[in-house]
């Protein structure tokens, strides 16, 4: 017999399916090769070779307090950190790949409105999945010793609103 997931598991496990079906194939702008539930940097990524686009997420340190609404209903947040790495030949590669990353990323995390991508509920898990920072990238920014192209990386956080007890 499994053990059930909490309501935590199942929104993390979600945002993980969710960012490894980011391909072309399902309408996305990008192909994801890689998604990890861990924090790794750009130098991290190349030292073990791992496919770009290249996509690690995990929960933001501290958590907002929860809401305490009418009947004992307790309305818990799940802030996730999501970092993309992608790798371009000149600099116009690297803006387009880190562009379109940052859009299939939103897609599949709080979903479009025709529901062919992204599942805002994380499976049921969750009532709503937001953004609640924007991207911040180094996609202008050349790289050192490499003024047509290389490496570009971006973050961005999503919060996922739950009630622990519905799962």
């Known amino acids: 017999m499994t053990t059930p997931l909490t309501a935590r598991e199942g929104i993390l496990l979600n945002f993980e399916e969710s960012f ?13 090769r890689t998604v990890e539930l861990e924090w790794k940097t750009y130098d991290e990524v190349i030292g073990q070779n791992l496919p770009m686009p290249y996509i690690c997420f995990f929960p933001t340190k501290g958590k907002p307090p929860p809401e305490y609404q009418p009947f004992g209903i307790r309305r818990e947040f799940l802030d996730v950190t999501v ?85």
Not at 22 to 27: E, F
Request: proline residues 3%; hydrophobic residues 30%; contains cysteine.
């Open 20 to 32: 490894l079906g980011i391909k072309l194939s399902g309408g996305y702008l990008s192909d994801v």
């Open 83 to 167: 970092v993309g790495h992608v790798q371009g030949e000149k600099q116009k590669d690297k803006i387009r790949a880190v562009s379109a990353l940052e859009q299939d990323i939103h897609d599949a995390a709080v979903g479009i409105g025709d529901g062919t991508r992204g599942d805002p509920t994380r499976g049921g898990y969750a009532v709503d999945t937001i953004k609640i920072t924007g991207e911040e990238t180094d996609e202008g920014v050349p790289d050192i010793g490499d003024q047509l192209g290389g490496s570009s990386t971006m973050v961005m956080t999503f919060r996922a609103i739950y009630f622990p007890g519905d799962c």
